[in-house]
T-cell receptor, first 110, second 111 residues
């Protein structure tokens, strides 16, 4: 794996609670991404970052926020988790060209 | 959405046979990439083909790109049981900053 660590790897949370997922890279890549993967939908882009404090929305950004205060860390926050946000979340990094993925975080909202 | 679509959704072949999967996309691209995902794991990059390339090889993999038809194909030759996985194509945005994935082809190689 290309120096990407996602934490936690698994989480169960209750509806309405805030949740933060962390992505940490050691590759010094400029671009970082958060995707969610659901059956029948493939991977869908939630948010991405093109530098420290520079972020933009993806296809399915509603209900999610992100922050990048350091090159190596990209945080995804669910302000108030809903059952529809039960999914597997993947972080990816890129320096233009190919993207490298983390191992994923399985989030269950009950 | 710029999301690509893979075809077929599922493919089952015998070990040693070739596997071909296709990807269609909607808008102009700079690059197209193919990824593999083993069950419960993250995606692994296989190959990148640029919009000005028509064919690319990497080991047992052969990728073609037809930008006039907005389609690509991935051929895995002499398949092995270890090739069993889901395969995704990904296209980039016109700025090259974002990657859009299809829903994948699930490949099963029977020993």
């Amino acid at each position: 794996d290309a120096g990407i660590t996602q934490s936690p790897r698994h989480k169960v949370t209750e509806t309405g609670t805030p949740v933060t997922l962390r992505c940490h890279q050691t590759e010094n890549h400029r671009y970082m991404y958060w995707y969610r993967q659901d059956p029948g939908h493939g991977l869908r882009l939630i948010h991405y970052s093109y530098g420290v404090k520079d972020t933009d929305k993806g296809e399915v950004s509603d209900g999610y926020s992100v922050s990048r205060s350091k090159t190596e860390d990209f945080l995804l926050t669910l302000e108030s988790a809903t059952s529809s946000q039960t999914s597997v979340y993947f972080c990816a990094i890129s320096d233009r060209g190919e993207a490298f993925f983390g191992q994923g975080t399985r989030l269950t909202v009950v | 959405s710029q999301q690509g679509e893979e075809d077929p959704q599922a493919l089952s072949i015998q070990e040693g046979e070739n596997a071909t999967m296709n990807c269609s996309y909607k808008t102009s691209i700079n690059n197209l990439q193919w990824y593999r995902q083993n069950s419960g794991r993250g995606l692994v990059h296989l190959i990148l083909i640029r919009s000005n390339e028509r064919e690319k090889h990497s080991g047992r993999l052969r990728v073609t790109l037809d930008t006039s038809k907005k389609s690509s194909s991935l051929l895995i030759t002499a398949s092995r049981a270890a090739d069993t996985a889901s395969y995704f194509c990904a296209t980039d945005s016109n700025t090259g900053n974002q990657f859009y994935f299809g829903t994948g082809t699930s490949l099963t190689v029977i020993p």
